[in-house]
C-alpha cells in the first residue's frame, strides 16, 4: 500500500484543503479525501516551526490565532485540543496533534518530506537528535524564558546561570553534530527549521538578558539560520508574522499583523 500527498487546487473562498488520494495497490482502490490543516499560531511561537514545515512541504492550512493577551491557550476550547495548553497544536483530518516534534515528525512522515524516511539507516540518529532537541533543549528554554514558574526571584540568578550553561552544552552538541540532520544529505529537514527558530528566540527572549547568546559561536547552527531564512517558506512567514529580513541569524522583534508573541 502506498500513499501520495498533494496540496490541493485553490478553490472558491475555501482555499485551504489537502487533497488526500490514496492508491491501495493490490485493489488498484482510490480513495478522495478533503483534508484541513488548521494550525493553532501565536506570532513567534512554536507554531513558527509547523508553519515553516507545512509551507516547505507544500500542505494547504489555514493558520487560526491563538490570543496570547487572554491566555487563550487555557481556554477550555483550546484545552480540548491540546490539554497541555501550549501552542502550537495542529488539527488534522485524524484529530488535534500537539507536542512540536511530534507534528514535524507526523508531518515529515505524512508528505514524505524534511526527514529521513522509515528505511533509511539515517532516520535512527536523526530521531535521536529531534528528541533531545525537543525534551532537553526546547525544555530548558522553556527554564530560561519563563524562570519565575520554577524558582523565587531570590534564586534567579544562581537558577539562569546554570540554565545557560547547559543550553551552551546543547547548543555546542548540536553545533558538532548538525551534519547529521542538516542539509547535507536530506535537503532542510524538519531540524533545520526547529533549530533555526530555537536560536532566533535566544536573541529575543530569554528574561535575564541575550548577551549570554552568541550565534557566531555556533558556526554550523549560523549556517542552518542562514539557510533556512533564504527558503521562499521563510519568506512568507515573514510577511504572515511580521519578522524581520533575517529572522534566524540575526533576529528583531516581530511586529505581527495580528496577535502578540507573549
Ligand atoms: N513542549 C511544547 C512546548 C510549547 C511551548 O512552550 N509553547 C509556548 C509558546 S512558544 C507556549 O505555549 N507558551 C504559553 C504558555 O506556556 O502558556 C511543544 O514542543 O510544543
Not at 56 to 73: N, P, W
Not at 120 to 135: E, G
Request: charged residues 15%.
Amino acid at each position: 500500500m502506498w500513499q501520495i500527498y498533494r496540496p490541493a487546487q485553490q478553490h472558491g473562498l475555501f482555499p485551504i484543503r489537502n487533497v488526500v488520494i490514496r492508491a491501495v495497490s493490490d485493489s488498484f482502490a482510490v480513495y478522495i479525501t478533503l483534508m484541513t490543516y488548521v494550525l493553532h499560531y501565536a506570532p513567534d511561537n512554536a507554531s513558527l516551526i509547523v508553519r515553516l514545515a507545512l509551507d516547505e512541504l507544500g500542505a494547504s492550512y489555514h493558520a487560526k490565532l491563538v490570543d496570547r493577551s487572554i491566555s487563550a491557550q487555557k481556554s477550555q476550547t483550546y484545552l480540548a485540543l491540546n490539554p497541555a495548553g501550549r501552542i502550537p497544536v495542529l488539527e488534522t483530518p485524524i484529530g488535534p496533534i500537539f507536542e512540536t516534534a511530534a507534528i514535524l515528525l507526523w508531518l515529515a512522515d505524512q508528505h514524505g518530506g524534511l526527514a529521513p524516511r522509515m528505511t533509511d539507516p539515517k532516520r535512527a540518529i536523526f530521531m535521536s537528535w529531534l528528541f533531545y532537541v525537543s525534551n532537553t533543549l526546547h525544555a530548558d528554554l522553556v527554564s530560561l524564558f519563563y524562570p519565575d514558574r520554577f524558582v523565587d526571584a531570590s534564586a534567579l540568578d544562581d537558577y539562569n546561570t546554570r540554565t545557560r550553561a547547559r543550553l551552551d552544552h546543547a547548543f555546542r552538541l548540536l553545533d558538532h553534530h548538525a551534519a547529521e540532520w542538516s542539509a547535507a544529505d536530506h535537503g532542510v529537514t524538519i531540524l533545520d527549521l526547529y533549530m533555526a527558530v530555537i536560536v532566533r528566540w535566544c536573541q529575543l527572549y530569554p528574561v535575564s538578558g541575550q548577551a549570554w547568546f552568541d550565534l557566531n559561536a555556533y558556526p554550523a547552527l549560523l549556517h542552518v539560520a542562514k539557510t533556512v531564512e533564504t527558503r521562499p517558506s521563510a519568506q512568507r512567514a515573514i510577511v504572515a508574522e511580521g519578522l524581520n529580513t533575517t529572522p534566524f541569524s540575526a533576529a528583531d522583534y516581530a511586529a505581527p499583523p495580528e496577535g502578540s508573541a507573549v
